[in-house]
Structures are given as C-alpha cells and as structure tokens.
C-alpha cells in the first residue's frame, strides 16, 4: 500500500465542500459571484486531481496516496482515503464533470443561485467520497451525502410539472436499497469481528477474512451479496430497478441530469467491482447467471423502449439503462477483457451520455421544449451544436476512433470468452443502440426547418462550446490512445480475476447449481 504525506485526496474530496461553505457567507443577489466562486473552486479541484495519474504507479495493484487517521475508534472507525486503478479514471471523471455542471448553468439557473450551487459543491465531495473511501463507515456517510443535494436539484430546480414527484421517487428508492446496504455492512463487520476479535470497518482488513458460503441462497456470504446487491443495482440502475431514473432524468435541470448520468450511476457499477467481486467471490460466482440475465434483458429492452419516445431526454434516460447493462455484463464476464472494458465503458458512458444530456439542454433552453416533433432542420440554423451532437452521437453508438468503441470491443471480447451467446445479444443491443440515436439525430437536425420559431435560433456561444469541448477532446483521446487508461487498471483487475479464480475452486467443490458449477468449469479450462 503506496502512502503520501500531502494529503491530495482529501483535497479533491473536501476542498468543494469547502466553496460550498463559503457560499453561505456571500450575499445572495451576488449571483456572478456565486458563480465564479463554484466555477473557481471546481476548477481547482480539477487540476488538482490531474496530480493524481500523473504521480499514480502504473504497475502497481496496491492502494496509493493513502490517508489514515483514527476516528471512532471504540467501534473501529478511521478516515482511510485511497485510490487504485479502478477508482482513479472515476476520480478523474467525476473532477471533470463538476465545473461542466457549473458551466451549463450560468445562465439556466437564476432563481435560488446561492442554494443551487451549494448542492452542487456538496454533492461533489459525496460524489468523490464514495470513490475514495476505504473504512465502510465513511464509505455509507458519503454514499448517503450525495442523495441529499441530488433530491433537492431535482425537487426545487426541475421541471414543474413532476419535479416533485422523481424527487421523492428517487430519494425512495435509492434510500431503500442504502438501508440494506447498511445491513450488510453490519453483517459483514460483526462476522469479521466474531473471526478475528477485532471490530473494524477498515475495508481492506475485511477483504482478507473468508465469509462463508455454500450453494444455498441463504447461506452467509450470498445473503450478505444480496444486501449489497439491491443497493447498487438501484443506482446503476439494473432492470427491474431502473424505473427511477426516467423521471429523474426528464424532470432535472441539464446540470442535474448530466451528474446523474456520468457519475450517480457508476456509484452502483463501482460498488460491485469494488466490493461485491472481491469480498464475496463464491457469491459472486453464484450468481453469474442470474446478473447476465438481467444485464442482457436491459439492453434490449432499454434499447427498444428508446426506439419509442419522443421525448429527447426520456430517450437517452432509457439508453443508459441498455449501455449499463452493457456494463455488467461486461463485469459479470469476469475476465480481464470483460472486466477492464466495463470500467472503462463506465468512464465512456459518463462522458458520451452526459454531454447528451448538456445537447438536450442547450436547445431546451432556447426553445423551451424536449419533444422531437418540435424539431427538425436544426443544423442549417446551429451548424456548430449540430456537428458537436454527431460528434457525440457517434461516440454514443461506439464509432471506431472513438471512445465508446473501445470499452464496447473489450466487452465484446470478454463476454465472447465465456458464451458466444452472451455476445450475440450484446450485438444486438449495440444495433439497437445505432439505430435509436441515428434516427434522433435525423428527426432533429436534418430536413427543413419546419417551425418559424426556430428559424432564428443562435448557434452556441464559447460559453456553451466550453461545456462540450472537453468531452469531446475526451471522446478522440480514449478511442485513438486508450493504453494509458487501460495500463492504469491493469493490475487492480487482475488482481480480482485472481481473488475470483481461487473462488472457483470453493464453488466446484461442494456442488453448487448446475449453470454454476458449468460455467466455472469452463472458466476453470481456460
């Protein structure tokens, strides 16, 4: 475990908070203050951050930039802080998004500024918690942060109509699956306890006790599995837990909806590749086949739902839950290509669909309306937001050159390993997925400019190409270099398909399930 003396993540975790609560002692009709003092701080954060790969051992699997203080320590609790090659692109992604938030609501937010940007930096230092803690305790105190300010952007600055409602229907749901989620970390730290006569909630201490399982569902290891398994498959979301995040996602401000998106979401994917394979791997094993059905199941159907709505938003809501899919199956894959291609298509997904989402906003803002109909012709009148959203849209679909082709083609690799037929409906889904964003982009920018309205629309200013820029300086990067991306998780990912590999020989031993034990068999030949 790699240790620092300058404590770098608990800036880039705090040092929002830190703006957050400055804001508080400035005026609130200072709005341009507001402003720049959030775009200020989230910009040096970014920079901050960028110290984190360029000073990041590359060949190594351990833990680094480590932090270690000492909290409660009558029930085991301490502020550990570390990164590895699976939280760092994360880390990095989750940096990036923040003064973007900023940037596109300079101008779309002007009721409660103070109170807006405030969520915002809070929800920041939870977004970075969650990806950086190693003591369960400070791990649940950020997971549980986030969902304050995202309920209350959704529920204050969205949409009228429903805000409200996907307010309080997302709070429900992801609240629901943290308090399970709670239960398992108890268990977990009870069992650790009662094993080693030591109570703690440092992570990676209790990564090297062996829970206990066997082929039945309610034996301790697959239960425990379970708890954290309904957490993280609410936020993905995974089907049937998905129904949240349409309503979230049309009823937020563009700022909100581009968070959800390229962050809130790999909260869940990041929970099982964090805890769920390495801590409970004969768990894991176990339930291989019941994961690949659900993962196959929404990519199809998100994608077919997609082909349906006519709403932009709605649409590309409904595709994130047919390329999350595409995640977990990927994860569920459990290989190196399948494993490396779900954490970098975790990255891919936050930046193609939340700059999707910055598209919708910025012709929300100048036309008032989502709906495809009210569209049409829009690259004749805005030629530079018409070729930034194919650029976007082909990074989307997985165009090769750029980043979505990448993560996809790994995936592909690593389900292929496993079943030609896992692939196959991978496949299709990726089709599915070319044909709803391809006919989008023809609804909305091709043909005649059918109303008088948006005939004299403004194409984007610098402030609203800044917000886009980037990402799609991203999009080029990843698809024509990714080896650095890839290097830097290499040993972190084998390091789980090792873990993974000694569990297959507890899972063979005592006749588990048929689709079980033959799938780790043929694993096991490999």
């Not at 701080?41 to 951050?49: A, E, K």
């Not at 703690?200 to 379970?226: A, G, R």
């Not at 837990?241 to 962050?263: K, R």
């Not at 590749?273 to 768990?283: D, I, N, T």
């Amino acid at each position: 475990m790699s240790g620092t003396t300058f404590p770098v993540l608990s800036i880039v975790t705090f040092l929002p908070l830190a703006g957050a609560i400055l804001l508080l002692f400035i005026r609130r009709d200072k709005e341009g203050l507001i402003r720049r003092v959030s775009l200020v701080v989230t910009g040096v954060t970014l920079l901050i951050s960028l110290a984190l790969p360029l000073s990041f051992d590359f060949g190594s699997a351990e833990f680094q930039f480590v932090e270690r203080v000492s909290w409660i320590p009558t029930i085991g609790v301490s502020y550990i802080m570390g990164i590895d090659g699976i939280s760092l692109w994360l880390v990095c992604l989750t940096a990036l998004i923040s003064p973007i938030a900023v940037l596109c609501s300079w101008e779309a937010i002007t009721e409660r500024v103070k109170e807006y940007h405030f969520f915002l930096l809070l929800m920041h230092t939870g977004m970075m918690g969650v990806f950086l803690a190693l003591d369960f305790f400070l791990f649940y105190v950020f997971w549980e942060v986030v969902l304050v300010p995202m309920y209350f952007l959704i529920g204050i600055w969205g949409h009228p109509a429903r805000r409200l409602y996907a307010a309080i229907k997302f709070f429900l749901y992801t609240l629901f699956g943290s308090v399970v989620m709670l239960l398992g970390i108890l268990a977990v730290y009870f069992y650790a306890g009662a094993q080693t006569g030591t109570h703690t909630f440092d992570i990676l201490e209790l990564m090297k006790v062996s829970y206990p399982w066997s082929p039945s569902l309610l034996s301790f290891q697959n239960l425990v599995w379970l708890a954290f398994f309904l957490s993280f498959a609410i936020k993905v979301p995974m089907f049937p837990f998905h129904t949240w995040l349409p309503d979230a996602h049309t009823e937020a401000p563009t700022a909100g909806s581009l968070i959800l998106a390229a962050v809130l979401l790999k909260m869940g994917t990041y929970g099982f590749v964090r805890f769920s394979l390495p801590m409970f791997p004969e768990a894991t094993l176990y339930f291989v086949p019941f994961m690949v059905t659900l993962s196959i199941f929404a990519i199809i159907y998100g994608a077919m739902v997609c082909l349906v709505q006519q709403d932009m938003k709605r649409l590309i809501a409904f595709s994130s839950v047919s390329h999350m899919g595409f995640v977990m199956l990927g994860m569920f894959a459990l290989n190196m290509q399948g494993l490396q291609g779900s954490i970098l298509q975790m990255v891919n997904h936050g930046l193609s669909t939340g700059a999707l989402f910055l598209i919708v906003g910025l012709i929300y803002d100048r036309i008032h309306s989502r709906m495809i109909a009210d569209m049409g012709g829009l690259s004749t009148v805005m030629p530079i937001y018409g070729t930034l959203f194919a650029i976007t849209m082909f990074s989307s679909i997985g165009l090769p050159g750029l980043n979505g082709f990448i993560g996809e083609f790994l995936i592909l690799v690593g389900a292929f390993k496993v079943s030609w037929l896992w692939a196959l409906f991978a496949v299709s889904g990726i089709v599915l997925g070319a044909a709803y964003m391809l006919w989008l982009f023809q609804r909305t920018m091709f043909g005649k400019v059918i109303h008088e309205r948006n005939k004299g629309l403004l194409d984007l200013n610098l402030r609203e190409v800044m917000t886009l820029i980037p990402l799609v300086i991203m999009f080029f990067w990843i698809g024509l270099y990714p080896a650095p991306f890839l290097k830097a998780m290499e040993p972190s990912v084998q390091k789980v398909v090792k873990r993974l590999d000694q569990a297959r020989k507890v899972v063979e031993a005592p006749t588990p399930t048929p689709v079980a034990r033959n799938w780790a068999r043929d694993r096991h030949e490999e």
